[in-house]
Every structure is written in C-alpha cells, then in structure tokens.
C-alpha cells in the first residue's frame, strides 16, 4: 500500500520489484515503457538523479492505476521533494501525514491471520466502531448471535494477536483503530476459511434479510485472462474508495462487503485458491 511509504522513488522501487517476483521475465525496461517514461530516465530517477516533473508523475500516477487517494498521496510526495520552499514543504508534509492518518491500515501476516480466520474474529473488531455500544462479552455475542463462550475465545486470540486489550471493568477496547488487510496474492488456508464463511453467510441473508437492507448484484462475462491482474488492482482501489466513503457517518450497524471474480467452466482438479 502506498500510503507506507514517505519517497515517491520507493513506490516505484517496490512496484517494479513486486512486478519482477510476480514475472521473473519482467525487467526495468518493461515497467519504464508501462509508465511511459524513457528506461533512461526512469534510471536515473530510482537512483536520485532526477525528480519527476508534474507532467510525468500524473503520467506514472495514471498508469500504476492508482485510485483517486493514492494519486493525490503520490503527487504530494513528488511535490515536497521537487519544493525548494520550507513553507511548501511543511504544507505538503502536513497533507501527507492527514492522508497517511486517514488510510491506517494494518497488514497481519498469515500466521496471525490464521489464528483469527473464523469471520466472528473481524465482525467483532467493527463492532467497537459502533455508536452507544458497550464493549462487553455479552454485547457482542447478542450482536452477532454468538455463543458468550465463543466470543471470549475470539476476544483472547485477539487479544494474543495484539489487536484488542482488555479494562479492570471486563470492557474491551481496540488498541489497532484502523482498517486491517492482509497481504495481496499469498495462497492460505485461513483466507480460504475466512471467504468460505462469508459467502454461506451472504447465502443466508438473502432469504433473511429484504432487498432494502442488502444488495446482491453480479455479471457473467467472456474476458481476457491476462487482463485479471489488472482487474484486481481495479477492484482494490475501488474498495479503498468505498471504505474511506463508508467509514463516515453515524455507524450503527455492521456490514460485510466482498466481491468475487472467477472462472465458471468446470476443473477436473482442485486447485488451491486464496
């Protein structure tokens, strides 16, 4: 995610790397001519030579698919450093440190994710985002129709996951207050658990709940294989917009969103998909 990086050079350096470990055949020249810069040029830009013009970083920012967010975070970092002002420089910085502030997101790596991959573990965490909500045991598992005994299990991992911390009164607080991801593209058993679980609680909702309190949509479409990875670059930057939309306002109930995109025709052999 970009918004972990304070250097406009060092999104570039870690996209060209994530792009070299996704395709071993991928090199420099590939990524300069996806941005449209000149292999030169983009040379001596990752080795602090050169700094992008205005025109150029729009260029870069257009062809990373960046989402409206990300771009004005790339923009400001290639304009603090390009700045000669120390008033425009504290200016930008204080833009940057707001949008930085504003996208926290906590990226848990697997084997902690494992531990917390049944779907209670991430409903309850949103659950302390809740307006006029006592953070209680009994709280939570009336909210989500839970066991008490299976909510203080969960609260325990969580709390051995360093996300939740415990009062003297027995409320919970959230010590991470953030959105919470996990790294993109990594195969893992508790991610295939986590999906599993969500898709039988979306069938569940729509006998349960009325078409004013849910939305199901879908289409089935023939496609380019080798455009997906664009896809899904698509797709998470929408879902950063649709979060950062969401997260404002009175919250008052929690929601669960998720997409799917996949192949229909039938395999012979199980494949071991995130």
Same mark, same amino acid.
């Given at each position: 995610m970009i918004f972990d990086y304070d250097n406009f050079r060092d999104i570039l350096? =870690?996209?060209?790397?994530?792009?070299?470990?996704?395709?071993?055949?991928?090199?420099?020249?590939?990524?300069?001519?996806?941005?449209?810069?000149?292999?030169?040029?983009?040379s001596l830009i990752l080795n602090d030579k050169r700094s992008l013009s205005d025109e150029?970083?729009?260029?870069?920012?257009?062809?990373?698919?960046?989402?409206?967010?990300?771009?004005?975070?790339?923009?400001?970092?290639?304009?603090?450093e390009a700045s000669q002002k120390e008033e425009l420089i504290w200016l930008y910085q204080q833009k940057i440190a707001e949008l930085k502030k504003n996208h926290d997101t906590e990226i848990l790596d697997l084997e902690k994710f494992h531990l917390i991959a049944d779907w209670h573990h991430s409903a309850i965490l949103e659950c302390f985002h809740l307006e006029k909500f006592e953070h209680t045991t009994k709280n939570f598992a009336a909210y989500l129709n839970l066991e008490e005994g299976e909510v203080e299990l969960a609260l325990k991992r969580l709390q051995n996951a360093g996300l939740v911390g415990t009062l003297e009164s027995g409320h919970y607080y959230r010590i991470h207050t953030g959105f919470i991801s996990t790294p993109h593209g990594i195969k893992s058993v508790g991610l295939r658990t986590f999906h599993k679980q969500i898709l039988k609680k979306a069938s569940l909702a729509i006998e349960e709940q009325s078409v004013e309190e849910r939305n199901f949509s879908g289409i089935t479409m023939a496609l380019d294989p080798q455009k997906i990875p664009e896809a899904k670059?698509?797709?998470?930057?929408?879902?950063?917009?649709?979060?950062?939309?969401?997260?404002?306002? =009175?919250?008052?109930e929690i929601y669960q969103f998720s997409t799917q995109l996949f192949q229909l025709k039938n395999k012979s052999t199980t494949e071991n998909l995130q």
């Open positions: 350096r =870690n996209e060209i790397k994530r792009r070299v470990e996704d395709n071993p055949l991928y090199s420099a020249h590939s990524f300069a001519k996806k941005i449209g810069l000149s292999q030169s040029y983009l150029a970083a729009q260029s870069v920012s257009n062809a990373l698919l960046l989402s409206p967010l990300e771009k004005e975070y790339f923009l400001l970092l290639v304009k603090k670059i698509k797709i998470q930057n929408f879902m950063q917009e649709l979060m950062k939309f969401l997260d404002e306002g =009175n919250k008052t």
